[in-house]
C-alpha cells in the first residue's frame, strides 16, 4: 500500500463547479497534513495546511479525518486558474520533518 | 512568502559529465534542506536530508556516491550528479525549512542526459 494515495484524475469540470479530492495515508502516526499546488513542469506551491478542526481559506476548505486517515480538500466555484495537479503531503513523523508526497489529483477546469 | 532559488534551472550535458546543482534560501536560514526528484507523472520523492554543518542523510535506495550532497552554510546547498547517466534525467527540486515547520520550494532543476 502507498503511503499516501490519491486518485490521479483528471477530474474536468466546468467553470463554477465544486470539486472534492480525497486523499488516504496509511501511517496513522502521521503529525501533519497539506495539499499543494503544481502547476505543469514548475515546483509545488503550498496551497493549505489541514487541521483536524477542518480550515478554509477563500474558496478552498480541508479536512482531515484521522480515524480514517483521510484528508479531503473542496474547491467551490472552480476558476480557470484553478486547473493544476494537487498534491496530497503528509509528514510522517519520527523527526526530521520530511514530507511524503502523493502522485497527486490532476484539475482540469473549463469554460 | 520565503524565496528559495535553484540554479541552473535547466541543464543538458552528456553521458559521464558531473552537474552541480545550487539551491539558496535567499531572506532566510535554512537549518535544513531536502532535496527531491520528480520523474514524469510520478510524485516527488525524497532523495536527502541535509542540516547545515553535518553529513546528509540519504533515503533507502539513493546512491550517496552519485549524488554528493553539501550544506556549507545557512543559506546553501548544492546537489552534485556525478557521472550522470541518461536514467539520472529528472526534474530536481530542492526546499528549505527555517525556523518554522514549512518547507519552501525552489524552482525545479531539469536535468537532461543525453
Known amino acids: 500500500r502507498k503511503e499516501v494515495e490519491q486518485d490521479p484524475g483528471p477530474f474536468n469540470v466546468p467553470e463554477g463547479a465544486t470539486v472534492a479530492f480525497n486523499c488516504t495515508y496509511s501511517n496513522s502516526a502521521s503529525q501533519s497534513f497539506f495539499w499543494y499546488r503544481q502547476d505543469c513542469r514548475k515546483e509545488p506551491k503550498l496551497l493549505m495546511s489541514?487541521?483536524?478542526s477542518g480550515n478554509e481559506d477563500g474558496r478552498f476548505t480541508a479536512q482531515l479525518n484521522r480515524a480514517s486517515q483521510y484528508i479531503s480538500l473542496l474547491i467551490r466555484d472552480s476558476k480557470l486558474s484553478d486547473s493544476a495537479t494537487y498534491l496530497c503531503v503528509v509528514n510522517p513523523g519520527g523527526g526530521g520533518n520530511k514530507l511524503t508526497f502523493g502522485t497527486g489529483t490532476q484539475l482540469k477546469v473549463e469554460l | 512568502g520565503a524565496v528559495v532559488s535553484q540554479h541552473p534551472s535547466r541543464v543538458i550535458c552528456k553521458s559521464g559529465t558531473s552537474v552541480k546543482i545550487e539551491c539558496r534560501s535567499l531572506?532566510?536560514?535554512?537549518?535544513?534542506m531536502f532535496w527531491y526528484r520528480q520523474f514524469p507523472k510520478q510524485s516527488l520523492m525524497l532523495m536527502a536530508t541535509s542540516n547545515e554543518g553535518s553529513k546528509a542523510t540519504y533515503e533507502q535506495g539513493v546512491e550517496k556516491d552519485k549524488f554528493l550532497i553539501n550544506h556549507a552554510s545557512l543559506t546553501l546547498s548544492t546537489l552534485t550528479v556525478t557521472s550522470a547517466h541518461p536514467e539520472d534525467s529528472s526534474f530536481y527540486i530542492c526546499s528549505a525549512r527555517g525556523s518554522s515547520d514549512t518547507q519552501y520550494f525552489g524552482p525545479g532543476t531539469r536535468l537532461t542526459v543525453l
Open positions: 489541514v487541521y483536524s
Open positions: 531572506d532566510f536560514q535554512a537549518t535544513t
